[in-house]
């Protein structure tokens, strides 16, 4: 009685720890966007850092970034490949969304995939959503 | 020894269930907080601190009384607390487990919370706080649990758990004396702004805590077979008459300061709070039936044929647990805001949602020192059958 | 660099310290800066330095229209809500009534008497019963508020100016209990429906944190003057306190000025010429 109980429940639980590969198997996977590089980000070539490095850092290089300005007073960075850069996600020409304008095709479509909802946009706008 | 916690009686589930309920109602009051932020207080500009921090004062004070059953026992060998010394450290682990999630309700980035630990800040009072906090609920969680086991099995409690029972000790002054340390080093408030503002704190938590430990152990009386001793209960009634004594002399000797150099900025706060103050008085009548209830409940502990009537007893413990409450939860926090530092009157009141919240912490301490109780008194009362 | 590498190994060494035995280890990994390793962060050009901001306000050009106009340049570019903005109801619906107690304000209009309710005086010179002094924060070189957070989001940078890392914060609000001032606002709620027109250079700010007067470092790093400076009509003037040959300095030198709370020791930054 006991034996088939136990049984039955270790059977329940593998059952639902590998829910998300049954998931998988059900559903179609999408490949990952590519964010999108529009207006001035297409003609420009020249980020931060490199493609790749930038999709993989971009978080720890933008909590670098808020350190810097916000605590440091640093705000002009001058990166490794002699670009200079405004360290602010939106506000002005040099920043972040200043060059890669729309954010919905480029931060967006990507967090959304990844199903990561960071919290800049709290507090950081988005200056074409006041437009 | 937790399996002692799920074999009760009926009114055992009662209670339990009515306490989760309470738990329940609290959380999704918290949830409507958490979604739209402590715009559903009564707090303010000027009032920036309310009823949850009120209550955390006050509790800290309940976990730090457990001490003065700790002192007389493991100090001085006083046989007659024996039996009720893990009832006062249990008290302090539920004490303690409200005062921290009073904290965090309070917070406006409860998910943050944790950079307090990632960018430890010594200047901080409040840093101080979190750590003998911590500390001390984890030492009574260690030692009343350790203990217990022994008495279980018959044998003595393991060497190392003596001095962390020492340590306890200053542990338990140190959470208060820290707690008013948060409070009475701050310029701009003269309500707080008293060195006798810790001394205080310890007075009226030494009175607070053994006085509700007294009402416990009749609760424990009525529903168990377990009976933790007239005599200690009597021996507990005179700390809290003393206590009460010295947290009453502690604010009288403030009143003197205060009115007799009448700087103003000191005095306006116990005008509004024992007065009014241009127009403003919610206050008044809390503060007079708590320095009533505390006077009195000191008369009557003074006088043996009071103290020694089991009737009034409990009455009287609860007078002082009600007084001491109003005066450091409700009147400590409040008055230290009004007037704020450009002396306007704001006055403060907790919204329903806020008392919703708070009812759902003590609901969660009282379910912890439920089933703590639980198996203190069940294990006693196996090893005495 | 050298300054960056110095503050990590303080701060490795801090935590190490207290004993928190897996912290060291995440902070070196975090240390670590992503292959960026000659980047340089440095000051904009233009940015304006000082050794000690500091603020005079010359009383004798203060009226109620420069208050005002102060008052509003500062919290129109600052994005600070003001819950008289009737709400956008296609925007946030379902918006709740608001409690005019939790309004959030950086610099304002006060009496003498709540200014410096120290010096309460029932004889006090008549021009100035019913004028409105601006007070705000004072960036104090000594400021209960900066020693009373927990997590250092609140700070004193090293030109003297007290700030807010609204990242950081965890809205205890310990520092509002610490100000002497009364120069700090909580977010009570989300800010952003009780904005009438959001202005892009600065961000707004979330539910649960605080926030206070930045001396407008985001304008001083840009080598302007802050908002209020401008909007005084000379009223205010923003400079070093420690270089005699400054302004604020020169103004001090010529004139007697009264600051807020001064037995209080905190050493304020703010003066009135009076």
């Known amino acids: 009685m006991n034996k088939n109980l136990i049984i039955a429940g270790l059977a329940v639980f593998v059952i639902a720890v590998l829910s998300p590969f049954w998931f998988n198997l059900v559903t179609v996977t999408q490949a990952a966007p590519k964010p999108e590089l529009l207006g001035k980000a297409k003609t420009e070539k020249k980020c931060v850092l490199d493609k790749y490095d930038m999709r993989a850092n971009h978080m720890s290089l933008l909590d670098e970034w808020r350190v810097s300005v916000v605590r440091d007073a640093d705000r002009m960075y001058t990166a490794a490949n002699g670009h200079s850069f405004n360290m602010s996600l939106s506000t002005g020409e040099n920043s972040c969304l200043g060059c890669h304008e729309d954010k919905e095709k480029f931060c967006d479509s990507c967090h959304t995939y990844a199903s990561v909802s960071p919290y800049c946009w709290e507090c950081h706008t988005n200056p074409k959503e006041i437009q | 020894m937790l399996e002692i916690a799920i074999k009760g009686s009926r009114n055992y589930w009662l209670w339990i269930v009515l306490l989760l309920a309470v738990m329940g109602a609290g959380a999704i009051t918290y949830i409507d907080q958490f979604t739209n932020g402590l715009m559903t207080t009564g707090m303010s500009r000027d009032v920036s601190w309310g009823f949850y921090i009120a209550n955390f004062t006050f509790l ?3 976990a730090a009384g457990g001490v003065m059953v700790v002192i007389p026992y493991y100090l001085h060998d006083y046989e007659k607390f024996h039996r009720i010394t893990i009832l006062g450290e249990f008290l ?15 917070l406006g980035q409860p998910t ?7 960018y430890p800040s010594p200047k901080s009072m409040l840093f101080y706080d979190m750590l003998v906090l911590n500390g001390y609920l984890f030492l009574n969680i260690i030692i009343g649990w350790k203990v217990l086991e022994a008495e279980r099995n018959q044998v003595e409690p393991p060497m190392w758990t003596k001095p962390l029972i020492y340590l306890s000790i200053p542990f338990a002054i140190g959470i208060h004396t820290v707690t008013a340390y948060l409070y009475c080093g701050l310029p701009g408030r003269g309500y707080w702004l008293t060195a006798v503002l810790a001394p205080r704190f310890l007075a009226s938590a030494f009175a607070a805590g053994p006085a509700f430990l007294i009402i416990l152990c009749y609760i424990i009386r009525k529903f168990t077979k377990f009976d933790p001793g007239w005599d200690a209960m009597q021996t507990l009634a005179k700390i809290v008459c003393w206590a009460i004594i010295a947290n009453l002399f502690f604010f009288v000797c403030e009143c003197f300061v205060v009115f007799y150099s009448g700087i103003p900025s000191h005095m306006a706060h116990l005008q509004y709070l024992l007065f009014g103050y241009h127009g403003y008085h919610a206050l008044v009548p809390w503060m007079w039936s708590g320095f009533i209830l505390m006077t009195l409940g000191a008369i009557f502990l003074i006088i043996p044929k009071l103290r020694n009537n089991k009737t009034l007893l409990p009455i009287t413990c609860a007078m002082i647990f009600i007084g001491a409450w109003i005066d450091k939860g ?8 009004v007037p704020s530092p450009l002396h306007h009157v704001t006055e403060y009141a907790p919204t329903g949602k806020e008392i919703m919240i708070t009812l759902a912490v003590y609901a969660t301490g009282f379910l912890v020192l439920t089933i703590l109780y639980k198996l203190a008194t069940t294990i006693k009362e196996e090893v005495r059958g | 660099m050298m300054k960056k590498s110095r503050r990590s190994f303080l701060k490795v060494a801090g935590i190490a310290a207290i004993g928190l035995g897996a912290a060291p280890a995440m902070t070196f ?5 992503h292959g960026a390793a000659q980047a340089v962060k440095g000051k904009n050009q233009e940015a304006l330095s000082a050794h000690r ?23 129109r570019n600052h994005n600070v809500p003001d819950f008289n903005h009737e709400v956008d109801e296609e925007k946030y619906p379902n918006t709740r009534p608001t409690n005019p107690k939790q309004e959030i304000k950086w610099i304002w209009e006060e009496h003498f008497n709540y200014a410096f309710p120290d010096m309460e005086d029932e004889f006090l010179v008549e021009k100035f019963k019913h004028l409105g002094f601006p007070v705000t924060c004072n960036h104090c070189k000594n400021a209960p508020c900066v020693q009373a957070c927990p997590t250092q989001a609140t700070f004193k940078r090293e030109d003297g100016i007290v700030l807010m890392d609204f990242h950081r914060c965890i809205g205890c609000r310990f520092c509002m209990a610490a100000c002497p001032y009364g120069a700090r606002s909580f977010n009570f709620r989300d800010p952003r429906p009780f904005i009438a027109e959001t202005v892009p250079e600065f961000p707004t700010r979330s539910k649960g944190v605080v926030e206070k007067c930045n001396l407008c470092a ?3 790093a840009k080598g302007q003057m802050p908002h209020c400076v401008e909007a005084s009509e000379g009223a205010i003037v923003v400079g070093d306190l420690e270089d005699p040959e400054s302004e604020v300095r020169v103004l001090l030198n010529e004139n007697y ?3 807020r709370k001064q037995s209080l020791g905190t050493e304020p930054s703010v003066y009135y010429v009076v």
């Open chain 2, 60 to 62: 800290v004070g309940v």
């Open chain 2, 92 to 106: 302090a682990v539920a004490a303690l487990v409200m005062c921290l999630l009073f904290i965090i309700v309070d």
């Open chain 2, 112 to 118: 943050r919370m944790l950079n307090v630990l990632l």
């Open chain 2, 330 to 337: 409700l009147g400590m926090i409040s008055g230290g805001f």
């Open chain 3, 29 to 33: 990994a975090a240390s670590d800066s």
């Open chain 3, 53 to 75: 901001w500091g603020m005079v306000i010359d009383t004798s050009k203060l009226n109620e229209e420069v208050a005002k106009n102060i008052t509003e340049a500062c919290h």
């Open chain 3, 218 to 220: 985001e304008r001083l």
């Open chain 3, 257 to 259: 000025s009264i600051r």
